[in-house]
């Protein structure tokens, strides 16, 4: 798993989206990575979660662009991420980063049966007897 490490890099990436979405009520800078096996939520966008964090069983270790990585041991679960209206949940490990809010990874896209376009840059859920959502 590893996260970009600046805005520019997403921006240019055809393997990666990035917008703006309703996290806990706020908006959050995203990034849909499907490239990433967790989602997460930077220390700088925690303190607007109504979910307080709570320790992991067994830390999770995230590579970094580098070739280092880091340990994230607390997450915030079940937080609210609506979706064009659709109301969702994720559990967001708790990373230090600076430039995206959210990360939202394969728990959450498989979860909602999101597909990627990354070359459209767009998302769309795609979840059995809903209409589709872009």
Do not use: Q
Request: glycine residues 6%.
């Amino acid at each position: 798993m590893y996260a970009l490490s600046a805005r520019l890099e997403a921006e240019s990436s055809d393997d990666v989206i990035i917008g703006t979405i309703l996290v806990c009520d706020g908006d959050a800078s995203m990034l849909f990575d499907p490239g990433s096996t967790y989602s997460y939520v930077s220390s700088y966008f925690a303190p607007y979660l109504v979910m307080p964090s709570e320790g992991l069983s067994i830390p999770v270790y995230v590579s970094i662009p580098v070739g280092d990585f880091i340990v994230v041991d607390r997450v915030h679960h079940s937080c609210v991420v609506v979706f064009r209206g659709l109301e969702t949940r994720v559990d967001l490990l708790l990373l230090d980063m600076v430039d995206f809010d959210v990360i939202l990874g394969m728990d959450w896209l498989s979860t909602y049966d999101a597909i990627l376009d990354c070359h459209a840059k767009t998302v769309t859920v795609a979840l059995p007897n809903l209409p589709h959502l872009e």
